[in-house]
């Protein structure tokens, strides 16, 4: 299947019911939750579910992600020691701070890998980057930091509740500035350290036509995929982050056209102009068209 995946679906690692669903559903890559969605109590359960679910699923798809507990809570060992051993795709880190989180968790990852007999390095990592006030000023630092590295994404709640705002939301409904520069700088983070810029979450799931706004939103951005808290999200989503076969009949003629002509930096097309940067974007439309979805 896709290594970049189009939807990221959470769900509480600490219920079979929900882990079983999201498995039969159509997610190309699932985040079994340890950290938010499951009270202190349940956590050690919900590390051995989590660890089964992994052991027991098809890996052809989706990816399988398991969100871990932040490394300075004096969880994430724990968590790290249950999983690692059923080789999860990848972890999720939350609330990084810069690409020093990073590194420690590397670290970590690294002993733990070699404890249990998994290959060194085969772990991914992806980072929740914006949860706090400081983390806004680490998101030039994740380049170059680890080759586990995969994917940043972004999320507004725990920044809010760090900055002590009464609501993320302007009077007209619309994010704040802070939490759109929070995403913008998630994005421009992500690329610079060339990986996968995810975007947050939308927090009304009975809202399919507000989704897919968002989702169209992103993906004009620059987002090539998206968080999700309900399955019900997942076919929106996969399908705004597909590059429709309009798209990806005029990327083939761009890239044709410049192959063609390789001694010309611009070159006219339908009646417009166009040069390297045009060239780039139908790349990575042609990129995207390949890797979208199960395959």
């Given at each position: 299947m896709s290594t970049i995946p189009r939807s990221w679906l959470f769900v509480p690692a600490d219920s079979d019911k929900k882990i079983a669903k999201a498995l039969g559903g159509e997610a190309d890559a699932i985040i079994l939750d340890l950290e938010d969605s499951v009270a202190e109590a349940n956590k050690p359960a919900a590390r051995e579910t989590a660890a089964a679910a992994v052991a027991d699923a098809d890996r052809d798809r989706p990816q399988l992600w398991i969100r871990i507990n932040p490394p300075d809570s004096g969880l994430a060992e724990a968590d790290l020691a249950a999983i690692i051993r059923t080789r999860p795709y990848g972890v999720m880190v939350p609330k990084t701070e810069s690409g020093s989180d990073i590194d420690t968790l590397r670290r970590m990852l690294d002993a733990e890998e070699g404890a249990q007999r998994v290959q060194v390095g085969s772990t991914k990592i992806s980072a929740v980057a914006t949860e706090t006030a400081a983390s806004l000023f680490g998101l030039g630092s994740y380049a170059g930091v680890s080759d586990r590295l995969a994917a940043l994404t972004w999320g507004a709640e725990d920044l809010s509740a760090a900055l002590?705002?009464?609501?993320?939301?302007?009077?007209?409904?619309?994010?704040s500035f802070t939490y759109r520069l929070a995403r913008s700088l998630c994005l421009a983070g992500a690329v610079a350290a060339d990986v996968q810029p995810v975007d947050s979450l939308y927090g009304d799931f009975r809202d399919q036509e507000g989704l897919k706004a968002d989702c169209e939103k992103g993906r004009r951005e620059g987002f090539t995929g998206k968080l999700a808290i309900h399955p019900a999200q997942v076919p929106v989503i996969n399908a705004a982050f597909t590059p429709s076969d309009a798209e990806v009949e005029h990327a083939r003629k761009v890239v044709d056209l410049f192959a063609a002509n390789p001694d010309l930096g611009?070159?006219?097309?339908?009646?417009?102009?166009l040069d390297r940067p045009h060239l780039l974007q139908a790349q990575r439309v042609l990129d995207r068209a390949d890797l979208s979805g199960p395959g």
């Open positions: 002590g705002a009464s609501s993320k939301f302007d009077a007209d409904g619309e994010l611009t070159i006219g097309l339908d009646g417009k102009m």
